[in-house]
């Protein structure tokens, strides 16, 4: 079946803009994640949703990152004012439920971002 | 949730197994053991977890010390599609800490 997906798979923004990031989960999954990776790096978690819940935005680098799952379903990772410090590949996550299965999660192939 | 230690390398002739060790002394009781692997230019992939007992899936075996406090994950015949970056996890709320993992290089 049709796995995670995100667009655009690649980002080449100025200093100073605006970018949006999508990402579309695995129908009926409740939960869905935002992950950071830089070069040479693992993962590092920014956010989580349930359904249309952000329940947990401890990762967040700074107030210029916003994640919205309206509908809960597709997300939206807006960074306002893009730094070069942003650049790095976005991934998108989604569980089928919570508890412990929230662990098991599928991923996307990422965004790769690059702030010139 | 605990820490994991794992070498930050190892390689693995095609068609052996690759037994990739993970240390995680300070897990406690409640905190299952995942593993995750990454290949190259893709997203993180789930392979197994476990709490106690060993456990087995199509992928890969996961073997749990009786003392929990290490655990491995066997990729019984090793391909060279099995070349990518492992993450051990170990958690029981909160989120995936996924470190830098094992880059396992399977070769011909």
């Known amino acids: 079946g049709a796995g995670v997906s995100q667009s655009p798979r690649y980002k080449v923004a100025k200093r100073g803009q605006d970018v949006a990031l999508r990402c579309d989960p695995i129908?009926?999954?409740?939960?869905l994640f935002w992950y950071q990776q830089a070069l040479g790096q693992g993962p590092e978690f920014l956010t989580y949703?349930?359904?249309?819940?952000?329940?947990?935005k401890s990762g967040l680098p700074s107030d210029r990152f916003f994640a919205e799952r309206p509908e809960g379903s597709v997300s939206t990772l807006k960074i306002q004012r893009t730094q070069q410090e942003d650049s790095a590949v976005y991934l998108c996550?989604?569980?089928?439920?919570?508890?412990?299965?929230?662990?098991?999660?599928?991923f996307g192939p990422g965004t790769r971002l690059t702030v010139t | 949730d605990a820490k994991t230690t794992q070498p930050p390398s190892m390689d693995c002739a095609e068609g052996r197994a690759a037994n990739l060790p993970c240390n995680h002394s300070?897990?406690?009781?409640?905190?299952?053991v995942y593993w995750y692997r990454q290949i190259h230019s893709q997203g993180p992939q789930y392979i197994i977890h476990?709490?106690?007992n060993n456990e087995t899936n199509e992928m890969a075996s996961l073997i749990i010390t009786e003392d929990r406090k290490s655990s491995t994950l066997i990729l019984p015949h090793a391909t060279l599609r099995d070349t990518a970056v492992y993450y051990c996890?170990?958690?029981?709320?909160?989120?995936?800490?996924f470190g830098k993992g094992t880059k396992l290089s399977v070769k011909p």
């Open positions: 996550a989604s569980s089928l439920a919570s508890g412990t299965s929230t662990y098991e999660q599928y």
């Open positions: 300070t897990i406690s009781g409640n905190e299952y």
């Open positions: 476990g709490l106690k």
């Open positions: 949703f349930q359904n249309e819940a952000q329940l947990d």
């Open positions: 129908s009926g999954h409740v939960s």
């Open positions: 996890i170990v958690v029981s709320q909160g989120n995936l800490i």
